[in-house]
């Protein structure tokens, strides 16, 4: 992912709108947004090789194979539980389709590959961003996490990357925990696109109680569903992408 060209003060972290250019600020935003994207990921490209004792990855033909088998499904089309795919409904998915079983560490290094490698929330902001997320961590999120709580409320932290070098690109949609718990959907649609109902309404039946999904800045404020499904609550992360709300 490009980095790009900014003048000093931006570059030394300065809010976004001190950028006089429309175009150089438009390019600032861009970027953001694509880190806040984790990037443009290229499948099975640039991998290093693997070390002596880890896990065997998937060929680039079986990692191909299982996208398609992903792409724009869930665990029922498959025949296994759950309304959205989490480490272990991929661990089984690959053994229905190749008959070989990934360890736990050989599952996390797939989704890593993918963009779905755990970050922090600072990591979820470009460089734009982090001092506005450090302070909404200590002004704004020890409230939301009261709230939640208050109505048996899980928290994830929402996110999206873009996949190229498959035909034709997909977008992978996750939601993961403080602790690590992931949930995800590989749809197809042109990049950008608005995030499904459908996947929040899922992810509500999935838990079997209400969701706050913490939006980061790969999600513009006008990319949400304008109506939600019950039990759903988003809340926007700081992000010069869409403004730091």
Known sequence: MGVPILDAPVAAGAPVETVASPLARRAVL?????????????????????????????TRTQELSLLEALR?????????????WTRQALADLV????GARLTVRGVNR????????????AERACSLCVTSVVTWLTSEYPHLLRRARACGAQVFWAS???????SPAAEVISVA?????????????RADAPLPAEFLGRLVAHEGRPVHAIMDGSFASGDWPRRLPNGVRLHPM???ARGTD
């Open 30 to 58: 861009n970027w953001c947004r694509r880190h806040a994207k984790g990037g443009d990921v290229p499948v099975a490209a640039g991998r290093r090789p693997i070390r002596r004792g880890e896990p065997a990855a998937l």
């Open 72 to 84: 724009d499904t869930y665990p029922e089309h498959h025949d296994l539980p759950g309304q959205l």
């Open 95 to 98: 053994h229905l389709l190749f």
């Open 110 to 121: 797939q989704l890593k590959a993918w963009g779905l490698g755990p970050r922090t929330p």
């Open 160 to 166: 999206r990357t873009r996949l190229y070098g498959i």
């Open 177 to 189: 925990t403080s602790r690590g718990s992931l949930r995800f959907g590989v749809l197809t649609g």
């Open 238 to 240: 700081p992000s010069c």
